[in-house]
């Protein structure tokens, strides 16, 4: 079976190659063939983490961050927008009291 080589699958065999060489049971031939596919394996997370990389790079995500990030104290309308284009908050309506609101109970 040829399973497609990925990042994730790459880094699981170093983990097992890793364990392999910790273990100090590999012989010295079986120890340079795990160093030699460590190495491979290596550079192939390289090239996937580049790649990854350069592809958030594309999409101008800290871009598209910034620009949605709040500016100024947040209060008020954006800088620029025109007044009667502010939506009218609650906060800013006066709420008529109804009866019996100004009585205190003792």
Known sequence: ???KKTYESAV???DQIISRLDSGDAQL???????GEAKT??????????AVDEGLK?????????SLAPTGSGSGPAEG???DEVP???????????????EVPF
Not at 29 to 35: F, S, V
Not at 59 to 64: H, I, M, S, V
């Open 29 to 35: 031939r079986e120890t340079l063939d795990l160093c």
């Open 81 to 83: 927008t025109p007044i």
């Open 1 to 3: 079976m040829n399973e």
């Open 41 to 50: 394996l290596i550079e192939f997370c390289a090239a996937e983490l580049a």
């Open 88 to 102: 009218e908050s609650s906060a800013d309506t006066e709420i008529a009291p109804t009866p019996g609101d100004d």
């Open 12 to 14: 699981e065999r170093l």
């Open 58 to 66: 594309e999409l101008k995500l800290d871009e598209l961050a910034q």
